[in-house]
């Protein structure tokens, strides 16, 4: 079956604060992970990806974790700022599993 | 790199007409999709196109979704007659290879069904 992230829908964040955005996943199969961000009014834009034989990844200012053994995964992003204000999907795919995006989260930074 | 370049922007019409889309993904991608985008949803895959040949249209309206990708380059997504509920931003993305990939998307077609 398809695997989808659920998310809750809205975070906000003071601005200075770290953030952490959260999917879940129920499809075992599932072995490549995706975070996208979306500002209003554009695509989906890449941040950071993960596959199955890590459990960490870094980037700038954003950490990616999964946790295979509950099926989840997280973003956290450093020091918040106003222009990560967006909707964050996760993406996964793995198995003979359709790629799926999950529903997204709405991060809101308060200045 | 130029990006995913999409057109047009925005478009407007009333329910039973035609609406086509036009996308350009970047130069040697050879996987291209067509993704629909609800407000408030994720992107949902309509098409996906590995150059010129359908690699998967499960989720495609078969009945009034029509999508093609000529020459393995541009591709056109049409809707005819549109309903109410195709309103939704169209997005298209690409990527090298296909598979699980990150992907490339552009701005999208923002369609709104009177």
């Known amino acids: 079956g398809e695997s989808v992230g659920l998310h809750l829908p809205t975070l906000s964040v003071q601005e200075g604060d770290n953030s952490i955005i959260n999917c879940a996943y129920s499809?075992?199969?599932?072995?490549?992970f995706i975070w996208y961000k979306q500002e209003s009014g554009k695509g989906p834009q890449f941040i950071i990806d993960?596959?199955?034989?890590?459990d960490k990844r870094q980037g700038q200012r954003v950490t990616v974790l999964l946790n295979k053994t509950v099926k989840h995964l997280s973003l956290q992003i450093a020091a918040t700022q106003p222009g990560d204000s967006a909707v964050y999907f996760c993406r996964l795919s793995g198995g003979y599993q359709k790629v799926t995006f999950g529903t997204g989260t709405k991060l809101q930074v308060i200045p | 790199e130029a990006g995913v370049a999409q057109s047009p922007r925005y478009k407007i019409i009333e329910k039973r007409q035609s609406v086509a889309f036009w996308c350009n993904p970047i130069?040697?991608?050879?996987?291209l999709y067509w993704y629909q985008q609800i407000l408030g949803q994720g992107p949902k895959l309509l098409i996906q196109f590995q150059n010129n040949g359908v690699v998967d249209d499960s989720q495609l309206p078969k009945d009034r979704f029509s999508a093609e990708r000529l020459k393995g380059v541009d591709s056109t997504l049409k809707i005819q007659p549109a309903k109410l509920e195709d309103s939704a931003v169209y997005l298209c993305?690409?990527?090298?290879?296909?598979?699980?990939?990150?992907?490339?998307f552009g701005s999208g077609t923002q369609l709104s069904v009177l």
């Open positions: 130069s040697g991608h050879a996987t």
């Open positions: 499809n075992s199969a599932s072995d490549y």
């Open positions: 993960i596959r199955s034989n890590m």
């Open positions: 993305a690409s990527s090298p290879e296909g598979g699980d990939e990150k992907l490339f």
